[in-house]
């Protein structure tokens, strides 16, 4: 046999189709073709879930002021769920789309992720990093030196609604540096405060018991649209219309929209907007005239409700003949644009419930309500001798001062603080101003009564937050150092000089205190449900480390170790609860009328701070919306709601996926609601596109007729048009506080604006 | 005539017989391939397939059986449905904060994992990749399937058994099973013999017990027959 090429073709053919063959009869082919799916299932840029022990951790949820308990699932070192804490008193396992979606803020992308220092243009949102040592000492050398210059009070701060030891810490830290600068967002819980320590005569916070109340009158609170505590609100309407449960409340809700807790109230009211202070003294007229009011109450624990004789000796009118005379539905249904015969139901329903309350603060409750309405709901509680009843209005110790050693000031700080404050100018016409935030950018901008120098940003999102934002954004640009103690690149963030990113609920302790309105009070505790997941710290802990470098009686303030020592602190005999269980709530008894008021009355004409001889009388006051109403003839109203944004932080990814096109257009316009009456005199179909203006600004939108709002208003969604956060929620949308302007209460000066003034064009 | 015609078709067989025999030839390497082919694929293949790997601690399950009763106390379910499967060192640490006794494995664990704050990297015998939605609740609790049946006897060891490592997948052998074949018992067949009697739980497997694999077919092949379904739905596991 010849071996050539043929042969060894021949031969080797054979060889390899035996083996081919063969192998066919291994497992060989199957079992890789299954190993190497297997394989391409696990490339590292495949995401797959992590493995190890799961374990629940609690925390406390700060998103919103609700303050609910939540528990995190984790599976080894990984947060993977959050959910509510069973048996927790403010939410009893309950938990809402933002605490539930916590998690993306968590390991979100767009995070801070360590200190950053400005790279870019004010607001382009270009950063570097930089190491926390140069972070501190840059801070404090600067502050430094505007001190030395003697100007400590040209530094302002900004802390968010909610005051806990970190607000605390930063009042504490401009009072040892020498300003009298710092700004807080009031919400509507101020409002509520300020109005009790005029009736009342008692610096304390309100709270309504509505677990236990069946007759709930709501002057536009948004029980289920995310008002004071949300999820213990919504369990409590799961809970009257659960069958099982014995004693269901009834719920009246007034307001000009169709809300959701409208449409889910047992009685919808549609009152004019900005009236509903007016329809409560309506409400007390009826009350008074039918003599349906707890004539025990009224009469051993209340003044000024008769006519009254002032200091001077003159004979004043009381309560019941000044809403008797001037305050019946009938005289006030032109302003409410209720018809009289309703109210007058309603009113005797109330009073004629066994624990009827009312309740106000608008939607949310996150910003001011005007203080004569405040004071008429409160009157109308006075007059159903609910104050401190089972069901009826709290009055609920407030937070103390916390018990920190005395602030150590020296000659510097004693001048600066000493100087009238940014807003004074501003707050002058008000006798009961303290404070007004939305004041801050015009004196920065008109550098009156002189320029700011350094602003502190604690809490809160002024960028995307107050009236007219473009301004605040311009006033932001105007300040040379701006400082942001922010996690998330919110609105504001994007305009610091600086940011030293605070650690989120879930990384580190800190208190937070008790819900709005919640009775009786919780005061809860975020815990290191993880060890934090980039280079943040504690916002306390940078504050005292900035103190601490600028030496002086300004450290001298500062002399704890770190954050947990002054926390420790401050919670006193509470602490030792609070990092046991996570929260601690108050068990004592609600003081008796005679305990609670102790020789005082409450007072329905109270005498304000400043003084004045008649008193506050009643007054039906409608907000005025200043504009023109013939180039501007609508009103856009802010629309609220969990699902779109609930206290200060945007929306998460998650949440932006449940918003229907009915809310955000596919294209990410802005989706407004109008009466298909208003719409049709506009000659704007339904789903069309159209041009709204406001004084302030401009945004395209897209209308929906919706019957559920009243003709003449244009109902705006809140939450979107972001410039900050992540590339999930920004540029969506346009922002309704950017479109928006400040509208001043005649008392506190506070903005109570409901509406703006508005104009639509068909696109 | 004699004259050779180099196109004459008689010249032919003559250049064939140069082939002659390479046909049988052929045939028997072929055969010879086939025959290495499948020594290849039954034998070397999984030896090449398979790295062994011992388990960091040698763990004894008979040990904490009979210590603690049944395997309730450290693989349990919460209220919520939730298995804990494999403990970490916060249920270890319940008992062995300190070493208990003088076990050198015992010593080994607390030494180098519960003093040094560290988490065993045990090799898990039925990991397999997050395909599937699977609720040991439902199977266990619900379906009344014994642990056995498809973990096998673990909890009668004394010591843990080598873990064999897929090299392409990284899971172990035990997915697909012990026999490269891939033929098993079927998962219901194993659990008849793993519990012939009352006591059930009380006994180790009978000698003839073998573990079924974990793989997509087994859990069709049980859903079948325990569940009397034709062909169960895509979503019931691949939520
Ligand atoms: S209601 Fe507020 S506190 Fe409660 S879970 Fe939601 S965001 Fe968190």
Known sequence: MKFDRRTFLTLGLGAVAGGAVGINFTPVPWKLTDDVSIWTQNWPWTPVPQTGETSYKQTTCTLCPGGCGVSVRKVGKRCVKIEGTEGHPVNNGGVCLLGNSGLQYLYGPDRVRGPMKRAGRRGEGRFIEITWEEAISEVAEKLAKIRAAGKPHTVACMTGAQQDTVSALFARFLEAYGSPNLFKSPTAWDTQRLSARLMCGLDAAVGYDLDNADYILSFGSGLIDGWGSPVHHLANYGAWHDPDTKEKAYLVQAEPRLSLTAAKADAWVAVNPGAEGPLALAMVHVIIADGLYDKNFVNSYTTRFEDWTDPDGRQQAGFKRTVLENYSPDKLAKITGVAPERVRKIAREFARARKPVAICGTAQGDQAAALYHVMAVQALNALAGNINRPGGMQILEAEGPFPWPDVQKDAKAEKGLEKPRLDAPAAKPYPLADGLIHAFAGAVLAQKPYPVEALLVAGGDPAYFLPRASEAKKALSAIPLVVSFSPVFNDTAMYADYILPDDLYLESVRDVPSPPGLVPRVVGLTRAVTDPVYASRPAGDSLIAIAKAMGGTVAGSFAWKNYQAALKQAMGGKWRTLSSKGYWIDESPAPSWTQLFGGKRFSFCPTPPAGGRTGMKPQPLVVDIPGDAKSMPLLAVPVKSMQLENGQMAATPFMMKTIPDTVLDKADVLVVEVNPQTAGKLGIGNRKAARLATPFGEADVLVVHNEGVMPGLVGLPCGFGHAGYSRFVRGKGANYHALSGAVADPLTGHDVAWGVRARLTQA | ?239
């Open chain 2, 1 to 239: 005539m004699s004259q050779a015609d180099p196109n004459h078709k008689d010249h032919q067989p003559a250049a064939d017989n140069r082939y002659a025999g390479l046909l049988p030839l052929t045939l028997f390497l072929a055969c010879v391939a086939a025959y290495v082919s499948l020594l290849i694929g039954w034998e070397l293949f999984p030896r090449l397939l398979y790295a062994k790997h011992e388990q960091p601690i040698d763990f004894n399950h008979a040990l904490h059986v009979d210590q603690l009763g049944d395997c309730e106390g450290c693989h349990w379910f919460r209220e919520d449905g939730g298995f804990s499967g494999i403990p970490g060192n916060f249920t270890c640490t319940e008992c062995h904060m300190d070493a208990i006794g003088y076990d050198p494995e015992e010593i080994k664990f607390v030494e180098q994992y519960v003093y040094k704050d560290r988490e065993v990297d045990w090799y898990v015998y039925s990991r397999q990749p997050d395909c599937v939605f699977f609720s040991h609740a439902a199977h266990v609790l619900g379906g009344e399937i014994s642990c056995e049946t498809c973990h096998g006897d673990h909890g009668y060891s004394e010591h843990l058994r080598p873990y064999y490592e897929n090299r392409i997948t990284g899971y172990s052998r035990d997915i697909w099973g012990e026999k490269i074949s891939g033929i098993h018992q079927a998962p219901w067949e194993a659990d008849a013999v793993a519990h012939t009697d009352e006591e059930e739980y009380e006994q180790p497997a009978p000698a003839d017990f073998t573990m079924p694999s974990m793989k997509m077919d087994d859990c069709a092949a049980c859903h079948y027959q325990m569940k009397g379904v034709k062909r169960e739905g895509c979503f019931v596991c691949h939520k």
